[in-house]
Every structure is written in C-alpha cells, then in structure tokens.
C-alpha cells in the first residue's frame, strides 16, 4: 500500500501554499492527491490511513470550492544522480556521512537491548527486569516502531519471555518505503514482511537491507539512512532486541510517545527482583556455574542469566545473555559502559 508516498507528495506540492492567493494551486493539489489515492484503492482498502485520506480530501475539496474536475500537478521528477565529488542527494540517505558534513563531527550513538525474561537496558543505561505480558513498546518514535509480544517463559510463573517482534520502518523521502519485519519463535526471516530484503525501489532504497548471521537464528538489519543497527536473534524459547541507534533518532519523539521500554525501562508495576524466590526449575548453584561458562564477568548479563535458567530450567537462556552482550560489544560506542553492577 503506497498511501504514505501519496500523503507525503501531497504535503511536498502544498508546503509553500499560503493566504488568500493559494487557491487554484491548492485545489490542483488536492486533485493530484486524489488521483494518487484512487491508483493505491486496490492494494489499500483495508488501510486506516487511506481511508483517512480519502475523507479528508472530500472535506477540504468542499471546504475549499475545488471541482473534482481539472489539472492535476505533474509527478515530482525524480532526483538527479548523485556526484561522487560532491554531497549530493543521495548522500541524505547515508546519516552517518550526512550528521558529518553537516556538524564536522561524527553522530553520537545509544543502545538499548531486551533479551531473556525479558531484561531491558535502556538507552540511558539503567537495567530492568520486566514481567510485561502481552504487547509493549519498545520504540515509538519519527523513524521507528518497535513492539515486543511476551508470554509466561512456563505455565504458572511469573516471568515472561519475547514470543514475537514487530520493527516498522517508517516511511522517509527519497530513502525508504515503509517497511515492515516480524519475527516470531521458529520463525526469524532474512526479509521484510513483502518479502524484500532491502528499502524498496526509492533512490536510496539499499539504505536498508537484511543479513542474515545464522538461519533461522540471528538477523541483522542495517537502517544507514537514520544510522541505526538491530540485531534480532533467537536463543532456546525466547526472542532478544539490540539496536544502536544514531542518538537524534532515538529521541526524536513527543511527549504523546512516552511509553517506550528502550527510553523509560519498565513501568514500576511491572518490575521484577532478579533474586529468584522460592523453588527454582533448577539449583542457582548450578545455574551459576553455567552461567559462568558463557559470562565470565559478573555484571548484569550474569545476573540475568542465573535468574532465567533458574526460573525456567531451560539452560539455552545462557546464550541469551550471552548473544545481548556480544551485541553490546558490538554497539556501545562507549567499551566502558559494556558492564553494568547492580
């Protein structure tokens, strides 16, 4: 469905309209945006936001006394190709190179993960364990929507475990078109909800592509166009999440968008003690020991991971913790902050 490029031609062509004088151009706008909706009815019935659009400009033709009937703008032509001299256009879907040239200094970059029971670390370094069942965001913000779906890691217990993930790239400019990625146990996939393996047919479409580090197992998806990286991996029962992201982006939200697990960590009501209590699946000594095989240093990741293979009896959830913090290794800009005491 390409409503998205139809509400974002439309927004482009109408932009510097403003006042009185606007009015014929306006109304060729809205004929254009209809016209571009009527082309997407097919694929995009069962869409909201085509709906949307498709009643708003209704109601704006009216209120603007626009005849459905008359010129339409021509389509926006497209960019030129890039100069490999010079910052060109394209250069725009290469954020790292483009934060560059634009501030004379490199991104700063943030990393959130959530891994095991699940156990989150936030962007701002601080660690929860969250028993969250049911779906909750991870990252809801201008570029990016993360959700993460958990269910109880065994019948009767209190933890819960990532079951499924939903990562929606948004759409942006000449970069990207939406693109949508879901995994699910059993089921991590090396392409995108369409099944495309990068950015669409856009100018800058191979600004995101899949890679696939194992089958079936480990993914990585590298978003260049907002300088972010994510990892997605499958270890026993249990999903993990690890992104770096470019710190502008991680931030870009409004107040609206203030439940997001990687930005504020679990709500309070729903955080647990990582001191397992009562009769565990299997003896903590014994979980140490295992752990200790995969974690030499004794840090939050440790810790988590004794909890879960105490908790859930499943030793595989070693190489959860493990998998987090390789992941870690790999995007913390700062190796100092790789360990957190607790």
Not at 176 to 192: G, H, R
Not at 307 to 329: C, I, K, P, W, Y
Request: proline share 6%; net charge neutral.
């Amino acid at each position: 469905c390409k409503i998205l490029r139809c509400n974002s031609e439309y927004v482009a062509a109408t932009l510097h309209l403003r006042g009185p004088g606007r009015g014929a151009a306006f109304c060729t706008a809205l004929r254009s945006y209809s016209l571009c909706t009527r082309r997407t009815a097919r694929t995009c019935r069962g869409d909201l936001a085509f709906h949307s659009a498709v009643h708003g400009i209704e109601d704006l033709m009216i209120q603007n006394n626009c005849s459905k009937e008359g010129p339409t703008a021509p389509p926006r032509p497209r960019p030129p190709a890039p100069n490999p001299q010079g910052f060109e256009s394209l250069d725009i879907c290469d954020y790292e190179r483009s934060f560059l040239y634009k501030h004379g200094r490199p991104p700063s970059f943030q990393h959130c993960a959530a891994f095991g029971d699940p156990h989150i670390r936030t962007f701002h370094d601080d660690f929860h364990t969250c028993r969250v069942e049911g779906s909750w965001p991870l990252l809801d913000n201008d570029y990016l929507f993360v959700q993460a779906t958990s269910s109880p890691v065994a019948k009767g217990s209190n933890a819960t475990v990532t079951s499924k993930l939903t990562i929606i790239f948004k759409n942006m400019k000449e970069c990207i078109d939406q693109k949508v990625y879901q995994a699910e146990l059993d089921n991590v996939p090396a392409a995108f909800q369409d099944g495309s393996v990068n950015g669409g047919t856009r100018p800058g479409g191979s600004s995101l592509v899949i890679w696939e580090h194992s089958p079936g197992r480990h993914v990585e998806i590298r978003a260049d166009y907002i300088g972010t990286t994510i990892a997605v991996r499958q270890a026993g029962r249990q999903l993990s999440f690890s992104i770096r992201a470019a710190e502008e982006v991680a931030q870009a939200f409004t107040e609206e968008q203030d439940l997001q697990l990687c930005v504020g960590g679990c709500p309070h009501s729903q955080r647990m003690s990582r001191s397992p209590r009562g009769r565990g699946r299997v003896p903590a000594e014994t979980a140490r020991a295992l752990c200790r095989e995969m974690l030499p240093v004794e840090d939050v990741y440790f810790q988590s991971c004794v909890f879960d293979v105490v908790t859930s009896g499943d030793t595989n959830f070693t190489m959860a913790a493990h998998g987090a913090l390789e992941d870690a290794r790999l995007f913390l800009p700062d190796a100092e902050k790789l360990h957190i005491f607790q």
